[in-house]
């Protein structure tokens, strides 16, 4: 007996020193990426690396950015030429963004993310971007004034989407999916450079309109933003819309969105097919400067809503207009909801959808209301 | 001769040598040269009667175990001033002694030598009386006691202060001002061929099952021991899983946890010379609950229990999960914080699983130099552990920041549950060892290991996890939380099967 629990404690050790400790690493012997690039496919890859260089220990460790670039066959073969030279060993895990350039979108991006989104050594959660105007190296070498690093800084401009708007992020999971999804083009948010006080500094703004993987065309930031509200994507942008207040002329009044509601219902019938749409909007004027303008009139208000809602009708025709004809691109996935809702119509009309897109008729109600005024429903009174 | 080799190898003396003579010189020639032999602090104190006819008598009692002053009011002046009657003759002496003029409340006979010598040693006065085969014991034990204080292994913000000390008899005293009900049973063992140290089994008549008292008994006295200096020695000879690390029977130095687990159906046992009290069964619930529980409101207690069960888990676990973390995982760890860590242990020449044994070693060593010093002194070391051991280590780059930090947690979330304090340092081990292995993997082995330990587990028949894994509302009342004291109607169903109701009628007086 004595002698079996001993046989039996002998194989638990050997299978614990026989199995354990294969993918042992030391922590600080790891080199952590916090975003990558690609620059260029042809003929060769350039891969950009934004790495946290840790130095110190005790009481004066400090970490600083360092941005490497290595050329390779790959993705993965370039990230692993870079051990040699620079005698690091990166862990991509902890990556943040993951940068396209825009010569490499323009030639097609699956190339550039397919080990991205197949590696287990980067999170599917890491963000995408496509840089204009600039390389990937450029952005990463670029001084945020607040972050520690661009990486960093990306992933919480990222964060704050719904407050800044005007670009809609995507991580490499949903990218894939709308990658290979039928009936829906796929968008990335654009980054590039402003200067800022004498530095350069990356702006998020903007999407890149892709067509199977390849980038056509750019949406602009106030594009972007009517975009995501056709998307069903809550934000909260600010909009500064010339209103005219009764007789008394016209005044900028700053409007903040605070709630949107869409809903998009795909038609069929008697063998036509257009789509439906409504979308709710909701304000608060945040500012309105000199405008005379006070919520207690009901007429005012109607008034206000009514100039708001024909604004944002403009503003959505002119970006189906552009979607269909200058950029003929399904990327609101109209297609996916008929797939989905009206599976017929879609066999029918599915199989040429970027023609049937193009003609597709789209009836577009927007309703607007104004629910807050801020502090004060009337407008500021100055002593004569 | 003869006589003398024989004692030495302790064969028992003749049934004709161990009966006292009637000559005292005889008697005290056989005290001195045998039962007494070489005893220095054996007082034999000669003096007469009065009367006509004095007599010889000699009172025996060992110095600083009796009372003198009663001794010799009421003993010795009585005696010396006692004339006896004439015609009295043997036995008849003593009889008129003891009826007539020792002033005490308990006495009795003795006839045997061996006998007088065990009684001395109790601490009582033995009187011989020339002429007399009969020794008059006289109950005046008295020796140096400490004053009932507030136990240090135990102390309460707010419940009561008294804690046991050494002497059993007030020990039990201390546990009977709190029961009085004649239910309360105490039964007297006598372990040791040596110390012959008394043993009390506490337990309530109309609560305890009898086969738990009975069975405690047995285990007592099947024990064959020279000595017993403390109740640690019997816990260690009758608990159940002795090779285990995790506690099967109960201790304190508290009448009043003394008191409550009785009512709940344990048996207690006291033990002659020792502050601590075992109690059992023990089951591991235990270990989280605390006397202040029960007298403070129901609502903090059960949030400090909890604190109590985290604390037993950061303890035992927080350096295997950071080991495995650090080693083995660096992507479960947030981004911002696993750069720092990695940036806080370059330079550091070591690998994670030697910083943190050797922490944890330095943490214990600082630890048991604190327990055994003096207290000023033992300030002194914590200072220097403190600052010396953590400031200087880090900026020196022996070790890395976070690791002082995961040791500082670890340490002090052991003192949370003193009961399980000294098996939290070998779960520890061995779970850092299987996390610097494997990683999580041979973590979250090792945990189940534990577990599997402690389901195997019993203490006098009940499963050491009872209550813990129940999900019966009656039996978790006082388990994670402790529900108010007018919810808590019955007693513990493994305990207390003979009767369990513990609220009688109308559980709260004001509704």
Not at chain 1, 77 to 88: D, E, Q, T, W
Not at chain 1, 135 to 158: D, G, I, R, W, Y
Not at chain 2, 374 to 397: C, H, M, W, Y
């Amino acid at each position: 007996m004595r002698f079996r629990h001993a046989g039996i404690l002998a194989l638990c050790l050997v299978c614990l020193l026989l199995s354990g400790c294969w993918d042992y690493v030391e922590i600080e012997a790891l080199d952590f990426v916090l975003g990558l690039g690609v620059d260029q496919i042809d003929p060769e890859y350039v891969v950009v690396m934004e790495m946290a260089k840790t130095s110190g220990g005790g009481q004066q460790a400090s970490v600083e950015p360092k941005v490497l670039a290595t050329k390779g066959q790959s993705v993965s073969s370039a990230g692993r030429a870079l051990s040699n030279p620079a005698g690091l060993r990166a862990i991509w895990s902890h990556a943040y963004v993951f940068l396209i350039s825009e010569q490499v979108a323009q030639d097609g991006i699956l190339p550039a993310v397919e080990y991205i989104v197949r590696s287990r050594n980067t999170r599917s959660t890491i963000w995408v971007f496509i840089t204009r105007d600039c390389t990937a190296e450029e952005v990463f070498k670029s001084k945020p004034p607040m972050a520690n690093s661009v990486s960093e800084h990306l992933n919480a401009v990222v964060l704050m989407q719904e407050t800044i708007s005007g670009f809609l992020p995507l991580q490499v999971w949903e990218l894939h999916q709308e990658l290979a999804d039928e009936g829906v083009y796929a968008t990335l948010p654009t980054v590039r450079l402003v200067h800022e006080q004498g530095e350069l500094v990356p702006l998020v703004e903007g999407t890149a309109v892709l067509k199977d993987d390849k980038m056509i065309g750019w949406l602009d930031g106030h594009e972007s933003d009517i975009f995501c509200l056709l998307k069903g994507i809550l934000q909260r942008g600010h909009f500064v819309i010339d209103t005219r207040v009764e007789d008394k002329g016209r005044f900028p009044i700053t409007y903040e969105l605070v709630g949107n509601q869409l809903q998009a219902k795909p038609v069929f019938k008697d063998g036509e097919i257009s789509m439906s749409l409504s979308l709710d909007m909701q304000f608060a004027v945040e500012e309105m400067g000199r405008a005379p303008l006070n919520f207690r009139d009901e007429k005012m208000a109607s008034s206000v809503e009514a100039q708001l809602a024909t604004a944002f009708q403009e503003w959505v025709e002119e970006l189906f207009w552009k979607l269909q004809h200058e950029l003929n691109a399904d990327v609101l996935g109209f297609g996916r909801l008929f797939k989905r809702k009206e599976p017929e119509a879609w066999r029918r009309f599915g199989k040429d959808w970027d023609t049937n897109f193009r003609n597709l008729p789209v009836d577009v109600e927007v309703t607007c209301q104004v629910v807050v005024a801020g502090l004060s429903s009337e407008p500021i009174n100055v002593r004569d | 001769m003869f006589f003398w080799q024989r004692t030495k190898k302790n064969a028992p003396r003749p049934r004709g040598l161990d009966r006292l003579s009637t000559s005292l010189d005889a008697n005290l020639h056989w005290f001195k040269a045998d039962i007494f032999a070489n005893d220095e602090t054996i007082v034999y104190r000669r003096f007469k009667t009065k009367g006509t006819k004095p007599r010889d008598c000699v009172l025996i009692y060992a110095d600083n175990m009796v009372k003198h002053e009663y001794l010799s009011q009421f003993v010795l002046r009585p005696l010396m001033e006692a004339d006896l009657p004439k015609n009295l003759k043997g036995e008849e002496i003593a009889d008129f002694l003891a009826e007539q003029v020792i002033q005490s409340d308990g006495s009795e006979f003795v006839y045997g030598y061996s006998e007088i010598g065990d009684k001395t040693m109790d601490g009582v006065g033995v009187i011989l009386v020339d002429g007399c085969a009969v020794g008059i014991v006289v109950d005046a034990q008295g020796w140096a006691k400490r004053a009932i204080s507030e136990p240090p292994s135990e102390s309460v913000v707010r419940g009561p202060r008294q804690g046991f000390g050494e002497d059993l008899g007030v020990n039990i005293s201390l546990v009977r001002l709190r029961l009085s009900s004649p239910n309360f049973k105490t039964k007297f063992l006598h372990v040791g061929t040596q110390s012959k140290t008394r043993v009390a089994i506490l337990y309530l008549d109309n609560v305890t099952s009898m086969d738990l008292v009975s069975e405690v008994q047995r285990r007592i006295e099947q024990m064959k021991i020279d000595a017993v200096l403390d109740s640690g020695y019997i816990q260690e000879f009758i608990q159940d899983a002795p090779y285990s690390p995790f506690p099967t029977i109960g201790q304190t130095e508290r009448p009043d946890v003394v008191a409550a687990k009785v009512l709940e159906g344990r048996v207690a046992v006291l033990v002659d010379g020792s502050p601590f009290a075992l109690t059992m069964p023990y089951l591991l619930v235990e270990a989280f609950q605390a006397n202040e529980d029960y007298y403070n409101h129901w609502i903090s207690a059960t949030f400090h229990r909890m604190v109590r069960y985290v604390s037993f888990f950061l303890t035992t676990s927080i350096p295997a999960i950071y080991i495995a973390l650090i080693n083995y995982h660096p992507q479960l760890i947030p981004t911002n914080l696993v750069i720092s860590i990695s940036a806080s242990r370059k330079n550091v020449p070591f690998p994670g699983i030697v910083e943190i044994v050797v922490m944890g070693l330095v943490f214990e060593i600082l630890r048991e130099g604190g327990v055994r010093l003096p207290r000023p002194v033992g300030q002194a070391i914590s200072i220097v552990g403190a600052i010396v051991l953590g400031e200087a280590a880090v900026s020196a780059s022996l070790v890395s920041a976070p690791m002082i930090i995961v040791v500082g947690i670890t340490g002090v979330a052991g003192f949370v549950v003193p009961s399980l304090h000294d098996l939290a340092v070998p779960i520890r081990l061995f779970l850092v060892l299987l996390a610097s292995a494997l990683g999580l993997y041979g973590f979250v082995f090792g945990a189940i290991a534990v577990v599997l330990l402690l389901s195997s587990m019993e203490s006098f028949g009940v499963p050491y996890l009872s209550t813990m894994t129940t999900l019966v509302p009656e039996d978790v009342k006082d388990t994670v939380v402790r529900v108010p004291w007018w919810k808590m109607a019955l007693r513990p169903r493994y305990l207390a099967s003979k009767d369990r109701q513990r609220l009688q009628g109308q559980t709260r007086s004001k509704n």
